[in-house]
């Protein structure tokens, strides 16, 4: 078995305890830790100190705010309850969704909100023993200087894998950080940058929160498409969140807004653009499905980053679009 | 007196027909263990002092090696040893003709992953810091990664080092009969190239050992190995010990399947770091070390070329093989006579003829894998079948039941066949599976294929040349009432212990609960040659089954001389012994067994079993893939293929297998979906690559890279038990656990072919793949080449 580095751990309390402890150089923080932890006996990462979340119950509730007008989850949540609990089901259907198809049961009932949305990005190249790396010489996100990936590339291109992350932005969420200078709110469209190494632009110091759901406010149809190999543990490599917010609550009512966001490309997820078209026409014109799969064919390139060539995944998105579509107009 | 006292009538008793063991739903004798979670696997064990080793390996595809410089390691507080490959010099093999590998390198690396230093410490972070603390040079060379370019490459640099023929580890060429003039004559020829990419086992227990001198300077090796005796035997070889010297103990097992049946690495390594230390020490292999030792199934690139008669009669079949080996030879000679041997059976050929070459190449080692060299040739043959099948107009079923082979027979290359259940097998899944009407109409996308299959029970010839049994078993009785049986036979999670304790059981009239079976320790069983081609049901079962009926006429002839009948009135049954015409009279196991001790001592019985050897032809390499019996399948698969995605659905498979008697019938359904899983996983997703862009490095060696199906993947699957008991086999038994797998993958693809018309000749049937496949039948269609298929000219 791969061992785990040497390393403290702290379990505060509160939040601000957290942040205290985070401050301190080399700590990283943890909650369920299905990610972090392969990380590290992959030597992907080295902290002295990591701040478990573990006990900090701030970061486990999941309440309605109604004068904000949005739902707020703790980002400790784990994904089981976010999948299970009924005010995401009700309101956020398509987050409850992908939420609950996060790796497997036993991974979904550790990790939490938070981790997901702060997935590292993942490569076929990193994501690998430390012997294997060497063999290869590293690459950017590792030990070396290139990317094997985008051969002369001087960007880590390492895939955003998070389930929950495209249907969060589709439905506009904002997240909540928290650090020993304060707190800041930010829309998580503008949380991710396209480089591998550094994907977020939460700094080391910070904590996320919660994750500020704004609850629907109109008829809309949503939903989270997600294609892995295997219909369990793996991660996706297709992935795809669709919203639509429709002027009357039915499939054949005008689309009055829609919001197409693709997981697994580079480092960042690409929202999918000039859909104006579709605007007006009704979600069950066969037209909109086909208008939108060939915006998601024509601004989504994957990369070899995953597994499965990408020209492969390109035609998928296009092919697993039109079907998410289908579906929500089948369902009515 | 006593005896009048036990003669005493405690109830009626009524002796029901079949009340034995024999053929009975049994909980296997250590599923209880196992369920709990308190089984002791090889890396549960800890004894007091004991060290902790670690293998440092090759980054590189190919190097010399120009030097090992060890001194920091050895610097470092709780390092207590370092070991490379000068320390284990002695070349070994599991095929005493090629000895091609030595525990760590010795002048080169061979692929990445190859061992080249190993260090005993106190615990395993600081073993693991000792190997990055060796230096070692390497001076790389280039590496060969295609094994039809290894074989064109210069015969003066071999791969490996004891190569005789450069990168040519073994050729076998064998022709039966006339194929050129049977391929001319045929009125109908099937052209096809076939390429297997290679899978490994993914045994959820990693390999793990165990080494420990006594005082007395007994050297004992723990190790999750399937061949207790062989691991023995090179242990002595290659340490230079004396075997009386040397204790092999095989603990339970969390899986194998072919890819614990060899020694490896890690058990030189603890033995010798141990003789070194003077202190216990373990080494169990991370999951990426499971994939470097690999030994998992070859690579064959297959060109086939079948010739039938127009009523579908094989006239001739012609078979080239490429084989990918890897590093090293492993079961390689084996596996290139696998690769034609034994694709002979379930039918009549006119004519056949094999030529096989199996190459070295710079990645981890090929071995037997469940249904060891002949999965790949199986996949070849069947589909050819399938297309000969549409070419004719003939189905499919049908066309298999026209070549079948029957019992008693003798295959083309001239291995006697005894019981054969085959058309038994085809017409239950062909009932089961509703064939003919459902083949008939279901629509595009969806469809059903079929595939058969031939596998061995046991090789009549040992791996080493003697003349001894190949399978010994010893049983003990007590007055308690028990039976102790011991055995050198490996439980690899096959059963195998459940097998002796059900023919003891049936035997003597015990329940599964009074026997003891002790196997596969060297110091406490009779030599057993290990757990590998199938062979423990047949011959350690007759082994067992000898054993227990000298005991059965001691203990019933004890019983009868005290109630004065004939010894074949007395049965043993429900631990009891009865007079058979008057039930009444009855006494209880232990007190016949105590009766049977006064009169004979104590009671020990051996039984051990040798093969036929006279069931094979008389030509070079005849005696490989013979075996005293053979088991005989069939797979009908349903496929849903999802014409724009290209994934494969494999919605169920049903399995029929002649396992010529179920000794304990759901150990052997559970062997028969067992098989049908892995065989399926093989069709659509596991792929054992290595990366030539970068180095050789291999392509994701976790189980998360390595993807092998979950639950929500696997197909429905149905188990059809045939029995056709064959003369050879203990109560007629035979294999259940290699056969079973062999007409997944073939089935599977001739199911996509029934579903959407396209051929998937190449493995696996990734949805790319088939993607790229229905593009070109598309294509096809659309330029009138080939008619819609199965859309009614839509």
């Known amino acids: ?332 | 007196m006593p005896d009048d006292a036990a003669k005493s009538i405690v109830a009626p008793v009524t002796v029901v027909a079949g009340a034995g063991q024999v053929g009975k739903v049994h909980r296997k004798v250590d599923a209880m263990e196992r369920m709990r979670g308190i089984t002791r696997y090889t890396d549960d064990l800890v004894l007091p002092g004991m060290l902790h080793a670690k293998i440092k390996r090759s980054p590189h595809a190919h190097a010399r090696i120009v030097g090992i410089d060890a001194s920091a390691a050895l610097a470092m507080p709780g390092v207590l040893a370092v070991i490379t490959g000068r320390d284990l010099p002695v070349p070994y093999g599991i095929i005493p003709w090629t000895p091609d590998e030595t525990a760590l390198a010795l002048d080169k690396a061979l692929f990445v992953g190859d061992g080249v230093a190993a260090v005993a410490a106190v615990d395993e972070d600081t073993a693991i810091a000792a190997c990055d603390a060796i230096a070692v040079e390497y001076e790389p060379l280039p590496p060969l990664f295609d094994p039809e370019a290894a074989l064109a490459a210069s015969e003066h640099n071999p791969i490996n080092p004891y190569s005789r023929h450069g990168n040519l580890s073994k050729e076998v060429l064998l022709e039966f009969g006339d194929v050129e003039a049977g391929l001319a004559d045929a009125p109908l020829v099937i052209e096809g190239e076939y390429f297997f990419e290679g899978t490994t086992h993914a045994a959820i227990e990693p390999h793990c050992a165990l080494a420990h001198v006594e005082p007395s300077g007994l050297l004992t090796v723990w190790s999750s190995t399937q061949v207790s005796h062989y691991l023995h035997r090179e242990l002595a070889k290659v340490l230079g010990l004396p075997a009386h010297r040397i204790r092999v103990i095989q603990p339970p097992l969390g899986g194998a399947f072919g890819g614990k049946s060899e020694p490896f690495d890690l058990e030189f390594c603890v033995a010798k770091l141990a003789l070194a230390t003077g202190r216990p020490v373990k080494l169990l292999y991370t999951r990426e070390e499971v994939f470097y030792a690999h030994r998992g199934r070859h690579p064959m690139r297959m060109r086939y070329r079948t010739g039938f008669s127009r009523e579908g009669k094989i006239l001739a079949m012609d078979a080239r093989t490429i084989i990918d080996g890897g590093a090293y030879s492993s079961f390689g000679l084996v596996t290139t006579y696998y690769s034609g041997q034994l694709a002979c059976s379930p039918y009549v050929m006119g004519a056949y003829r094999f030529h096989s070459r199996r190459a070295y190449t710079n990645k981890p080692a090929c071995g037997p894998k469940r249904g060891h060299g002949s999965v790949q040739p199986r996949f070849a043959t069947e589909v050819q079948l399938d297309k000969a099948a549409v070419a004719l107009g003939i189905d499919p079923i049908d066309l298999r039941r026209r070549n079948d082979l029957g019992g008693d027979a003798k295959t083309v290359n001239e291995f006697r066949i005894g019981s054969n259940g085959f058309l038994e097998c085809l017409e239950k899944v062909e009932a089961a599976s509703g064939w003919i009407e459902r083949r008939a109409t279901l629509p595009y996308g969806r469809g059903l294929g079929v595939a058969g299959s031939t596998y061995i029970c046991g090789t009549n010839y040992p791996i080493y040349p003697n003349a001894m049994p190949q399978a010994a078993v010893q049983i003990c009785l007590d007055r308690s009432g028990r039976a102790r049986v011991f055995a050198g036979a490996n439980d690899i999670g096959q059963g195998s212990n459940t097998m002796l304790a059900v023919i003891v059981g049936e035997e003597l009239g015990l329940p599964l609960t009074d026997i003891r079976v002790v196997t596969a320790d060297t110091d406490l069983t009779p030599v057993d040659l290990g757990a590998y081609s199938s062979r423990i049901t047949l011959m350690v079962g007759n082994a067992c089954l000898e054993a227990a009926r000298k005991l059965r006429k001691l203990v019933t002839g004890s019983v009868a001389r005290r109630w004065g009948i004939p010894g074949d009135r007395v049965v043993l049954a429900e631990r009891l012994a009865l007079d058979r015409e008057n039930p009444e009279q009855h006494v209880a196991l232990a007190q016949a067994f105590a009766w049977a001790e006064e009169d004979h001592g104590l009671l020990g019985e051996v039984g051990s079993y040798n093969t036929p050897k006279d069931r094979h032809g008389d030509y070079r390499g005849g005696t490989i893939g013979a075996s005293p019996a053979y088991s005989f399948t069939a797979h009908v698969a349903e496929v849903e293929v999802d014409p724009d995605t290209g994934v494969v659905d494999v919605k169920t498979i049903w399995v029929a297998h002649d396992c010529g008697r179920a000794l304990s019938r759901k150990v052997v359904e559970g062997q028969m979906e067992g098989s049908a899983y892995m065989g399926f996983a093989e069709a659509i997703m596991e792929q054992h690559v290595v990366d030539p862009g970068h180095g050789g490095v291999h392509a994701g060696p976790s189980l998360l890279d390595y993807r092998i199906p979950t639950f929500l993947d696997t197909p429905e699957l149905h188990s059809l038990i045939v029995e056709a008991p064959d003369p050879q086999g203990p109560y007629g038994a035979k294999e259940a656990g290699e056969g079973p797998l062999h007409p997944s993958i073939p089935a599977i693809a001739n199911a996509i072919y029934d579903a959407v018309g396209i051929r998937m000749d190449t493995l696996p049937f990734s949805p790319p793949k088939v993607l790229r496949a229905l593009a070109q039948r598309r294509a096809a269609e659309a330029a009138g080449q080939l008619a819609p298929h199965k859309r009614g000219g839509a």
């Open chain 1, 1 to 332: 078995m791969l061992r785990l580095p040497g390393f403290e751990v702290a379990t505060p309390r509160t939040i601000d305890e957290a942040a205290t402890l985070l401050a301190r150089p080399g700590a990283r923080v943890v909650a369920g830790g299905t990610d972090l932890l392969p990380n590290l006996k992959h030597r992907l990462e080295q902290p002295s100190l990591l701040v478990s979340l573990a006990a900090v119950r701030e970061l486990g509730e999941v309440v309605v705010d109604a004068r904000a007008g949005v739902l707020r989850i703790g980002a400790g949540v784990t994904l089981t309850a976010v999948s299970e609990h009924p005010l995401v089901r009700e309101h956020l259907p398509s987050l409850a969704d992908a939420a609950g198809r996060v790796a497997s049961p036993l991974i979904r009932n550790m990790g939490t909100l938070g981790g997901n949305v702060n997935l590292d990005t993942r490569c076929r190249y990193v994501n690998q023993t430390a012997f294997w790396r060497s063999a290869i010489g590293g690459c950017l996100k590792s030990e070396g200087n290139v990317c094997h990936v985008v051969p002369g590339g001087r960007n880590c291109v390492a895939a955003m894998s998070s389930d929950c992350v495209p249907v969060l932005i589709s439905l506009e969420a904002a997240a909540v950080l928290r650090s020993t200078a304060g707190g800041r709110e930010l829309p998580l469209a503008e949380y991710f940058q396209a480089d591998g190494r550094e994907h977020t632009v939460r700094r080391p110091d910070e904590i996320m929160a919660e994750i500020r759901v704004p609850l629907p406010t109109g008829p809309r149809r949503c939903a989270y498409s997600k294609w892995s190999v295997r219909k369990s543990i793996d991660f996706p490599l297709v992935s795809i969140a669709l919203r639509f917010d429709l002027a009357a609550d039915a499939v054949d009512a005008a689309i009055t807004a829609v919001r197409v966001v693709v997981g697994v490309l580079g480092s960042r997820p690409r929202e999918v653009t000039q859909l104006d078209a579709v605007i007006g026409q009704p979600l069950s014109d066969p037209k909109v499905a086909e208008a939108i799969a060939a915006r998601v064919h024509a601004q989504c390139k994957p990369l070899e980053n995953v597994p499965y060539e990408a020209p492969y995944r390109r035609e998928m998105l296009a092919v697993h679009t039109r079907r998410a579509i289908a579906r929500l107009v089948a369902e009515g």
